[in-house]
């Protein structure tokens, strides 16, 4: 068994995922959903949420790898800031929880739940939801997301285990 975190930064709303795999590669969705953080808080204080929140869910969860969404450079400075700052606190706590990160690019999570690239939102939903067999897109978005991105590290760290062995 490999338990995976996958995680979508983001400031008001971080979406996490922990999904085990067993020996065949076969995804069990254990739990997922998003930390959220008040608008009206400081920056500073919602930083601190995540970085706690996400302390509690590596001590309940124990994953041994994570996988984390690289920063996706847009026009808007202000979010990518944020963006930014979230996935420090993230990749700080995983790293001080002694879990192995893989990151990777939206382009590379896309491709890997719906072999393109440029999938749609909804093409990635859909393929979460066949690829886990849900009923039904776990919803917010964000939490969609974080799945994905595990899904994602389990292909990342199945490929770096067979090279190390070969």
């Known amino acids: 068994m490999l338990r995976i975190i996958g995680i979508d930064p983001g400031l008001a709303t971080t979406g996490w995922s922990i999904v085990e795999f067993d ?8 739990d997922y959903g998003c930390i959220t953080t ?4 400081t920056v500073q204080s919602r930083l601190k949420e995540i970085y706690s929140d996400m302390n509690e869910l590596l001590e309940k969860y124990k994953p041994e790898y994570a996988g984390v969404e690289t920063l996706l450079f847009t026009n808007n400075q202000k979010t990518a800031m944020s963006v930014g700052q979230a996935r420090g606190v993230v990749l700080l706590a995983l790293e001080n929880a002694g879990v192995s990160i893989e990151e990777m690019t939206p382009l590379q999570v896309k491709n890997s739940v719906t072999g393109y690239g440029q999938a749609q939102k909804k093409q990635v939903q859909e393929a979460v939801k066949m690829l886990c067999g849900m009923d039904e897109i776990p919803k917010p978005d964000d939490a969609a ?17 067979e090279q190390i062995s070969i």
Request: hydrophobic fraction near 45%; avoid cysteine; charge should be neutral.
């Open 38 to 41: 008040p608008k009206g808080l």
């Open 23 to 30: 020996e065949n590669s076969n995804p069990n969705i254990l």
């Open 145 to 161: 997301d974080a799945i994905a991105i595990a899904l994602t590290t389990e292909v990342l760290v199945r490929r770096n285990i």
